[in-house]
């Protein structure tokens, strides 16, 4: 399988927690106005008066894969790694496992779900055509998308002054 890297970037100084962007992701993917069904979770750091998207940085070597007793956890062909419903138990392992915490819990169904860079739709993810504030984009290169990794994580050190 050729996998085709592509990832979400976000821009965590651009996000004003509008939601836009959880709402697109659970239209896009249940045909429902409904944020609890996004693929996107919306941290805020009150003291920093900061909200930082959270979403699946589909690891080169994702421990959510590894760590699936059912091997639900799966790898697309456009380098995404998504939870596979049909044999998915809903232990939540990869969910404790995930460096980001980024998979989302279905209330209804109580298996995991990870964004899926709305790969079956040629428009690209919805929630980076929701952003009216510039904060997510699509990243093809895997260089740029450490590069960029990087120099945020070293920037959001400071919330953790103790660190």
Known sequence: MEIRREQLLVDPEKCTGCQQCLIACSMKHHGNVNPHLAMIKILRLESQKLNIPVICMACDDAPCIKVCPMNARVRQTNGTVVTNTDVCISCRACVYICPVGSPVVNPYTDQTMTCDMC????????????????AMRVCESDA????????????????????
Do not use: T
């Open 144 to 163: 740029l998308a450490k590069g960029v990794a990087r120099e945020r994580a070293g920037r959001s050190r400071a919330i953790y002054p103790n660190n």
């Open 119 to 134: 790969k079956d739709d040629e428009a690209g993810p919805w929630c980076v055509i929701a952003c009216r504030e510039g």
